[in-house]
């Protein structure tokens, strides 16, 4: 069992700066891909950001140069750190992770989402 748990959002002026945390916890042998989606209302969830196990990175194209995802494999973290924000950017952010459990099992994990919104 895997637990995936976001942090970090909230309200934030145009411009400003947020850093998103997501800590994974649970039975985990080893997490080889991590990943940021966020889903803005009425919209379909979209691919922002991943990272590899030896961290290499790939952001969706509206948001590469503004945003950073990066990852501490000894706490099991993921982050995001997101600067330069646009209102376009608000949205639910919610954490991906690939997980291998201690028995072995692969499983695909969703946290919760949090709440990122940019006024204007």
């Known amino acids: 069992q895997v637990q995936l748990v976001e942090s970090g959002g909230g309200l934030v002026q145009a411009g400003g700066s947020l850093r998103l945390s997501c800590a994974a916890s649970?039975?985990?042998?080893?997490?080889?891909?991590m990943a940021w989606y966020r889903q803005a209302p009425g919209k379909q969830r979209e691919l922002v950001a991943t990272i590899t196990s030896g961290g290499t990175t790939s952001y969706v194209p509206s948001v590469k140069g503004r945003f950073t995802i990066s990852r501490d494999n000894a706490k099991n973290t993921v982050y995001l750190q997101m600067s330069s924000l646009k209102p376009e950017d608000t949205a639910v952010y919610y954490c991906?992770?690939?997980?291998?459990?201690?028995?072995?099992?692969?499983?695909?994990?969703w946290g919760q989402g949090t709440q990122v919104t940019v006024s204007s």
């Open positions: 991906n992770a690939n997980v291998y459990d201690l028995v072995g099992k692969y499983t695909n994990n």
């Open positions: 649970g039975s985990i042998f080893s997490i080889n891909f």
